[in-house]
């Protein structure tokens, strides 16, 4: 009896052996499909940040257009207030102008009369 007790101890051992031989196998394979799993994730997330560093980037650069171009409308509004300004300025001379230009014209007209009294007083009688 010992020798069949030695070989049901043989067989157990046997059996054992390969029920955790098939089951290592299957944790070796659940842990590569895990590993395979998480690098792609990783993979993604990597990804993900690249873009979103990207878009952040690119955020910043617009901000910063943008600012400029808000800077440059403004320079653009005080230019074109200053020229108002300068415009309204040239239109008031213009008018001062026109006004002084009606008076001299106004005199000009009563000196002419008045040379042409004074020049028909003067003519020699016939």
């Not at 031989?21 to 659940?30: A, D, E, P, Q």
């Not at 590993?35 to 993900?48: G, N, S, V």
Request: proline share 1%.
């Amino acid at each position: 009896m010992d020798e069949a007790l030695k070989n049901r101890i043989v067989v157990i051992l046997a059996i054992l052996t390969a029920v955790f031989f098939f089951g290592t196998l299957s944790s070796c394979n659940s842990a590569i499909r895990y590993k395979t799993a998480r690098d792609k994730e990783m993979a993604a997330r990597l990804a993900l940040e690249e873009r979103t560093s990207k878009y952040v980037q690119e955020k910043s650069a617009l901000e910063e257009k943008a600012k400029a171009k808000e800077n440059e409308a403004a320079e653009l509004k005080i230019a074109l207030e200053t020229a108002k300004k300068a415009l309204v300025q040239n239109e008031l001379v213009g008018q001062s102008l026109r006004e002084e230009l009606q008076k001299v014209t106004k005199l000009k007209e009563t000196l002419d009369d008045d040379l042409k009294r004074a020049l028909a007083g003067n003519k020699p009688k016939k």
